[in-house]
Each structure stands twice: as C-alpha cells, then as structure tokens.
C-alpha cells in the first residue's frame, strides 16, 4: 500500500524567505506526483504535476523536482509572500488514476 | 468555464438518514473520485470512476454508495449516515492518461448529528 509522508507538518517563516517542502513514498510505481495547495475552508488547487519520466517542473517562483527512485520529491518557493500562506499538499499518482495523499505541511509566512 | 461543482456545500442531518451529495463537472473528463478529508487521517478516497456505469471501491468505501449514469455527474449516497462520516467530501476529476492534473470541487461539509 502506498504511503505518503510530507515534513514539516508546519513550518513558520519571514517573508522573502526561500524555502523547502519535502514529500516521500514508499512505492515507486507511480505515474506521476502533484503538489496542491488548500486554504482554509477551501478545495484543492493544482500547483505542479510532475511525470513519472520527468525530473522537476516549474512554475513562476514554485519548483518541483521528482527523484522516483528514492521516492522523493520536494517543493521549492522562492521569495516567499504572506499570500503564500496555506497546507501544501503532495499527491502521487496509482495506476487506476487515483491520488494517495500525505497529510500536509501548513505554511505560515509572516509579514 | 463552470468546471467542477459540488451540492449541497454544507449539510446538518440525523443519524440514520440517507444523504446524497452530488457532483457535476462541465469537462467531459472520464475520471472521477470522492474523497474525504478528516483531521488526523488526510484526504482519503472512497470511490472513483474510469467512465459512465463503470465504478470502484477506493480505501472507505463502507457505508457509501456510488453511482454514474452520465460521464458529467458522479453523486455520492450515505446510505444511514453515522456519526463517523462527520467530514468534508471533495469530488474531483481529470481526463484518461497520466499526465492530466485532478481538478477538485470546493468540497461539501457534511455534519452527522
């Protein structure tokens, strides 16, 4: 069974700050991994899809690396903004399309 | 561009009562899941669709029943809710191959008193 562990489960920093978000899983049979951001009382946002083949994807100050074989992936945010407050979420992809989950690191950037 | 909405957004019922909480998508998309998101456990999934009339049981499906007549709807059915489906649901979607991102509804919160 897939599992999906993300660290920090929280994580505190000044604004402009660069910082680091890491996800792993235990199988490497994936298709491909997302990262998703949620607000509070919200649903789910898309951030980043990265592929099974792919190494990394980008996106505005986001950055998203893939190493399959060790079954980690991090989350890059550049110059980080209080509007980037929010739970960021890592998904992997299973072969009947369906997402498995970690549990979240909640981000707060402080002005 | 509606996308993918979800009905009701909040919801209050009794014990032993049936629910059912719809989920329509505008895309054509042939994949289709219910999730549910609870404290302590994340986002878990309870069923999904490949296409019309062709669904599967996801983790927790106990206790729920699914249908898909039509590709654009996929609601959910709490047969006698308990105190334990307490939760947010998500309905999400995404078209066939593996390299399509899931789009989710704005999740509906349903509270079993």
């Known amino acids: 069974k897939q599992e999906v562990t993300q660290i920090p489960a929280a994580l505190s920093v000044p604004e402009g700050e660069n910082l680091v978000l890491n996800c792993s899983f235990t199988d490497s049979a994936i298709y491909n991994l997302q990262w998703f951001r949620q607000d509070p009382g919200k649903g789910l946002t898309s951030l980043l899809l990265?592929?099974?083949?792919?190494r990394e994807q980008t996106s505005g100050r986001l950055n998203a690396s893939l190493d399959k074989s060790s079954g980690r992936s991090t989350l890059y945010i550049a110059a980080s903004q209080p509007g980037d407050s929010a739970t960021y979420l890592c998904?992997?992809?299973?072969?009947?399309?369906?997402?498995?989950f970690g549990s979240g690191t909640q981000l707060t950037v402080l002005p | 561009d509606a996308g993918i909405t979800q009905s009701p957004r909040y919801k209050i019922t009794e014990t032993g009562r049936q629910v059912t909480l719809m989920c329509h998508q505008t895309w054509s998309h042939s994949y289709m899941f219910w999730y549910r998101q609870d404290l302590g456990h994340g986002l878990r999934l309870i069923y999904y669709s490949a296409a019309a009339d062709i669904t599967d049981k996801g983790e927790v499906p106990d206790g729920y029943v699914v249908s898909r007549s039509k590709t654009e709807n996929f609601p959910l059915t709490l047969e006698s809710a308990t105190r334990s489906q307490t939760s947010v649901y998500f309905c999400?979607?995404?078209?066939?191959?593996?390299?399509?991102?899931?789009?989710f509804g704005e999740g509906s919160w349903l509270t079993v008193v």
């Open positions: 990265i592929q099974s083949s792919q």
């Open positions: 998904a992997v992809m299973g072969s009947a399309r369906q997402l498995t």
């Open positions: 999400a979607s995404t078209r066939s191959g593996t390299g399509n991102t899931i789009y």
